[in-house]
């Protein structure tokens, strides 16, 4: 069963950087596409980007590609979420998910294409 726990959220200025992590404590999310998305205050969930289970493709929302990196290490179980320059409109609780079905050839953006999902992390970008 996939268990993500999200970490390495925080409190930063405009401009700096940030490293989400998101460990699977279920070892078992090797097999399938990976995302993140974000909730701001008063906003429904977003897609931010997405990585295939092999980390071949990937897939970013139009406000943070150039400046969001996916990458994924299967062998740590682990998903991670580099976001460079940042923006107060960033700040938002931030989930990982596990697609639904594994070695999807593509990288998910649906929401309902992932079947389990963090608890959330924190991240607020003062201006």
């Known amino acids: 069963q996939v268990r993500l726990v999200e970490s390495g959220g925080g409190l930063v200025q405009t401009g700096d950087s940030l490293r989400l992590s998101c460990a699977d404590s279920g070892r078992t999310s090797s097999s399938t596409a990976m995302g993140w998305f974000r909730q701001a205050p008063g906003k429904e969930r977003e897609f931010v980007a997405s990585?295939?289970?092999?980390?071949?493709?990937?897939e970013y929302a139009d406000s943070v590609r150039g400046r969001f990196t996916i990458s994924r290490v299967n062998t740590e179980n682990t998903l991670y979420l580099q976001m460079k320059s940042l923006r107060p409109e960033d700040t938002a609780v931030y989930y990982c998910?596990?697609?639904?079905?594994?070695?999807?050839?593509?990288?998910?953006?649906?929401?309902?294409?992932?079947?389990?999902w963090g608890q959330g992390t924190q991240v607020t970008v003062s201006s």
């Open positions: 998910a596990a697609g639904r079905r594994p070695y999807t050839a593509l990288a998910l953006r649906a929401a309902d294409s992932f079947g389990s």
């Open positions: 990585i295939t289970w092999n980390g071949a493709n990937t």
